[in-house]
């Protein structure tokens, strides 16, 4: 069993709807929002390159904390409303200019993957306040297309599909581990 295989199952991860990422909760908060959400919300997530899991294109309504653990380095991808995007490393490598922690604003579009070459990477995602199904919206190729220069390539291969689905199920809670 490989290392990445080894921590799917120890920590009981399991693929996230419409994104993709191999995903568990470590934390939920208890302490409730007044829109009746999680205060906060940590939960450790898993990309491979085969078989392929990453965060597909989507977007959040609140910030969202990145930190970088172990295995290869990860490609963020951010799409801003104003046309640009750009490529933030996660990984250990800070004199490549690597970065272990990294924080996504929220209405910024935003996919991942393990970055090229790599086999497989653990990191952690953080919130507050914490990550519900509501508060997130898978973003389409469609939408994408034509306003990126230089990530043309990007949005066809991990763009969510047109005509996909992009809200999580209404009634999705991710399971908690349970140490």
């Known amino acids: 069993?490989?290392?990445?295989?080894?921590?799917?199952?120890?920590?009981?991860?399991?693929?996230?709807?419409?994104?993709?990422?191999?995903?568990?909760?470590?934390?939920?908060?208890?302490?409730?929002?007044?829109?009746?959400?999680?205060?906060?919300?940590?939960?450790?997530?898993?990309?491979?390159?085969?078989?392929?899991?990453?965060?597909?294109?989507?977007?959040?309504?609140?910030?969202?904390v990145w930190h970088f653990y172990e295995g290869d380095s990860i490609a963020l991808y951010e799409f801003h409303n104003n046309g640009t995007a750009r490529t933030i490393t996660l990984g250990r490598d800070t004199a490549a200019g690597q970065v272990m922690q990294h924080t996504i604003k929220a209405g910024v579009i935003q996919?991942?993957?393990?970055?090229?070459?790599?086999?497989?990477?653990l990191f952690a995602c953080t919130m507050s306040p914490g990550f519900t199904a509501s508060c997130f919206r898978g973003v389409t190729k469609k939408e994408l297309r034509g306003k990126y220069q230089g990530y043309e390539e990007i949005i066809e291969r991990i763009g969510v599909p047109d005509g996909h689905e992009t809200e999580l199920p209404g009634d999705y809670v991710n399971e908690r581990f349970k140490s």
Do not use: C
């Open 111 to 121: 996919a991942g993957e393990v970055a090229a070459g790599g086999q497989w990477a």
């Open 1 to 64: 069993m490989s290392r990445a295989q080894e921590l799917i199952a120890y920590f009981g991860m399991k693929p996230l709807p419409v994104e993709g990422t191999y995903f568990i909760n470590t934390y939920i908060s208890e302490i409730k929002t007044a829109e009746g959400g999680p205060a906060g919300t940590a939960g450790l997530g898993l990309y491979l390159s085969e078989p392929v899991s990453a965060s597909t294109t989507h977007v959040l309504e609140f910030d969202e």
